[in-house]
């Protein structure tokens, strides 16, 4: 586990809200030296803090208007092969491991509703999958975000060893 302070935070948060900021911008923008930059970010990437930097894409604006989770209730020996078949299905969007009646929440998304209930039927022949429930999204008031998770985490963890902060 890495060890998170005020620094990294800011840096996690310049790139969170654009991950193309350079390295000179990033310096430039923190009050710091490129090298410390170039560090920290080597740091970050290196530990597993920062997995990469991706686009965020608007599924509605490409098409994909239709945003649902799905809840599974699967055999559970067999929760290996139900994941590697939702990877096989490129509407699934990700998966995670959850406690309670189901087993595995499911994000999708689809073009139309009639796709969705395409998908969730083809979801159900995965052998392993015993029952399913859908909930419908209908807008996201609040996106995925960490950095508020971050600021609280790193409060009171100082701005660096050797950066006085601004």
């Known amino acids: 586990m ?12 310049k790139l969170s809200d654009d991950a193309r900021t ?4 990033l310096s430039s923008a ?11 970010v080597r740091r970050l990437e290196e530990s597993g803090v920062l997995t990469g930097y991706q686009p965020r894409v608007d599924l509605a604006e490409a098409g994909l208007a239709v945003q649902a ?13 139900v994941v590697s078949g939702l990877a096989r299905i ?5 998966v995670h491991a959850t406690t309670g009646r189901e087993d595995l929440l499911v994000r999708v998304a689809t073009a ?21 429930s859908t ?11 960490v950095i ?8 009171d963890a100082g701005w660096g060893r050797s950066t006085p902060k601004p």
């Open 90 to 94: 490129p509407q699934v969007l990700e």
């Open 112 to 132: 139309t509703q009639a796709e969705l209930q395409e998908l969730v039927v083809h979801i159900l022949a995965i052998p392993g999958v015993v029952h399913s």
């Open 69 to 81: 989770f799905v809840a599974l209730e699967i055999n559970q020996v067999g929760m290996a092969s």
């Open 135 to 145: 909930t419908l999204a209908l807008t996201t008031p609040l996106p995925y975000r």
């Open 148 to 155: 508020p998770l971050l600021e609280e985490a790193t409060r």
């Open 2 to 13: 890495t060890s998170l302070d005020r620094l990294d935070l800011e840096i996690l948060r």
């Open 22 to 25: 350079g390295v000179v911008e």
């Open 30 to 40: 923190l009050g710091i030296s490129r090298n410390t930059v170039q560090s920290r």
